[in-house]
């Protein structure tokens, strides 16, 4: 029998601690610290992402790797129908619309070249005259190309490069006509022009599955236009010259998802029926086909990223059957990967909202003070160590709606509403006991800026119904005994999120008066205020979160106008927003602490108009750890 050292051309290493880095299949190591040996082993998993920004479904995809997909058009019609999002691996953000707006389109390409072609138009009357409309993407915006598809079509598939495309069956008539309804027609793109290439040996639409690049193409399944669409289970695959059938799927699959190439493949989702969806997946590996990791959400018709590898591919949306925005993302690696989520903690003992804006201590020292109660207004004081809230020292002045900054063992809160009246009172918390502050310049509440610490905090925006204009525009700074007025005005705001340090804050969304919504994102840098990159969410108000300007975080709040509570997370990098995974419960109006990747919340509004919650939700990123196995020695 062969040794290791005759395998794999080296001995069995010593360590103290297993390693951590994507080790190879099979290699063994000989652990000092426990004396066994392990190996890291290969696993198979869908794993949970930031969801698209909206619901949608049967829109064009491109991309080439797991954290570089792209989205566009699509369900729901007819007014969004020309979106497209972002994808970067961890969520979603806004890129360019585009400018014929239609769905069950096709595409190609990558995020920053990207294609699309054929589809519906975006706006009744149901017609095709998208069908043969193709559109470039360079990143930040589309425009048209300069040849059309040769045969105008929808739930067209398609795969390839911007300069190198291939489209191939669909549907070329309107509904109703069925007799001429489905196709064989197979299209070649050069990025100057679109030629006609081999047809399909089977006439096919809502394969959704086309990979590969245009010389190496392979085709998965689909189905046949008709009353009762025939699920197909035949497989095609491209030479660059013609098409020749494959081995069969196990049964027959239409509007599912693939990644990969023609001698290795996953296909995964759709509708294996004439209703049901499916989560199940298969691996291929050019020969034979194998049940793999299903989906944790069954759902078709949703987007990919285009030619990703099998061992990384990305699901975005879909019908599950009503359409959703949820995102999975499939690992093959050695690796074990947790995905990013809120999860519950320890309840506050005190049931309150609007306590402060601005963020306060960590997931693991955790502050909570003030905030409206039923009754009133609260003067309670709590601490979080991380698993629970213990009440301490009572606030002097009960308050809601206050700006707030600092630690957990050195916090400062500011103005805020005793009802209706706001107030200029500071006051400062050591972890035990508290003390009166030096008091703001100007009288401010409703949920002003705040960021900084007890001795370099920030102050701006918020409102006050007693002066005139309400809304006030200075912002202020504080270095633990006064504040100090700036010269540069802020955007007059109030019931917004904000963050950062004394000068690098950032400011998202809130109202201005009179009552009016705002997107506005901007950001101070020591002297002024500058527009921000904007986030792709309805107006909210009331919303919370923290985070420097280059790692920001929000998430939850009110739409407004309206009546609906969010659960919607964002992640901002310094550049752009992206969405990052729900919050367990929508709501509005909690105190927060932490950071993008440790966050914390607490309390707030979970139903509407005014009922209170005293949840908990602590927020974890992404981790990754290597799948050991340990081998029983004799």
Request: hydrophobic share 30%.
């Amino acid at each position: 029998m062969a040794t290791y050292r005759e395998l794999h051309g080296k001995a069995v290493k010593t360590v103290t601690t297993n390693p951590s880095d994507d080790a190879a299949e099979g290699q063994i190591w000989f652990n000092s610290t426990d004396n066994t040996f392990k190996s890291a082993v290969f696993t198979e998993s869908w794993v949970s992402s930031g969801p698209l920004i909206q619901e949608y479904k049967q829109g064009g995809f491109a991309g080439n790797s797991q954290s570089a997909a792209i989205h566009f058009g699509g369900y729901p019609v007819p007014t969004s129908a020309s979106k497209t999002f972002e994808y970067n691996g961890i969520g979603f953000s806004t890129g360019g619309d585009l400018g014929t707006a239609k769905y069950l389109n096709g595409g190609a390409g990558t995020q920053t070249a990207a294609l699309d072609y054929g589809g519906y138009k975006g706006t009744p009357p149901i017609t095709i005259p998208a069908g043969n409309v193709t559109q470039e993407y360079d990143g930040s915006s589309w425009s048209n190309a300069s040849a059309a598809l040769g045969t105008a079509r929808y739930n067209v598939i398609g795969s390839g490069t911007q300069t190198a495309a291939l489209s191939a069956g669909g549907t070329a008539a309107p509904p109703g006509n069925a007799s001429t309804a489905n196709n064989t027609v197979s299209e070649e793109y050069n990025g100057s022009s679109w030629s006609e290439g081999d047809n399909l040996n089977t006439t096919r639409r809502l394969s959704g599955s086309q990979s590969g690049p245009q010389t190496a193409a392979i085709m998965f399944g689909g189905d046949q236009y008709g009353a009762s669409p025939t699920k197909l289970s035949s497989v095609e695959n491209y030479d660059g010259t013609s098409w020749t059938t494959g081995t069969s799927l196990p049964g027959g699959l239409s509007r599912h998802g693939t990644s990969g190439t023609q001698t290795s493949a996953l296909i995964f989702g759709g509708n294996s029926g004439p209703g049901p969806v499916t989560a199940s997946s298969l691996s291929w590996d050019g020969t034979s086909f194998a049940a793999d990791a299903s989906l944790a959400t069954a759902r078709s018709g949703g987007a990919r990223a285009q030619d990703a590898p099998s061992t990384g591919a990305v699901f975005m949306g879909g019908a599950s059957p009503p359409t959703v925005t949820v995102t999975e993302e499939y690992n093959r690696s050695t690796n074990v990967v947790t995905a990013a989520a809120w999860a519950s903690g320890g309840s506050l003992n005190t049931t309150r909202t609007s306590m402060f804006t601005g963020p306060i201590g960590t997931q693991t020292a955790g502050y909570a003070a003030g905030g409206s109660i039923p009754s009133g207004r609260s003067n309670a004081t709590e601490e979080y160590d991380g698993s629970s809230w213990t009440t301490v020292n009572t606030v002097p002045v009960s308050l809601s709606s206050r700006g707030g900054a600092g630690t957990q063992t050195a916090a400062v809160l500011f103005s805020g509403n005793p009802n209706p009246s706001t107030v200029t009172t500071t006051t400062e918390y050591d972890g035990t006991n508290y003390s009166e502050g030096g008091a703001m310049n100007n009288s401010r509440g409703y949920g002003p800026i705040a960021s900084g610490t007890q001795t370099a905090a920030l102050g701006g925006g918020g409102y006050n119904p007693s002066a005139s204009p309400g809304n006030i525009t200075v912002t202020e700074y504080y270095n633990g005994t006064a504040w100090t007025s700036q010269p540069a005005a802020n955007p007059a705001t109030y019931g917004g999120a904000s963050g950062g340090t004394q000068t690098a804050t950032w400011m998202v969304a809130g109202i201005q008066q009179p009552p009016s919504p705002t997107k506005a994102v901007v950001e101070w840098d020591g002297s002024s205020w500058t527009a921000g990159a904007s986030y792709g969410t309805d107006h909210t108000v009331n919303l919370f979160g923290g985070g420097p300007q280059t790692a920001a975080w929000i998430c939850g709040g009110q739409i407004y106008p309206g009546s609906g509570l969010r659960a919607f997370t964002n992640h901002y990098d310094g550049t752009v927003w992206a969405t990052a995974p729900n919050l367990g419960t929508s709501r509005s109006g909690a105190c927060q602490g932490g950071t993008q990747a440790a966050g914390l919340i607490a309390g707030g509004i979970s139903s509407l108009p005014s009922t209170r919650t005293n949840v908990t939700e602590e927020f974890t990123g992404e981790t990754t750890a290597a799948n050991v196995e340990t081998f029983s020695t004799s």
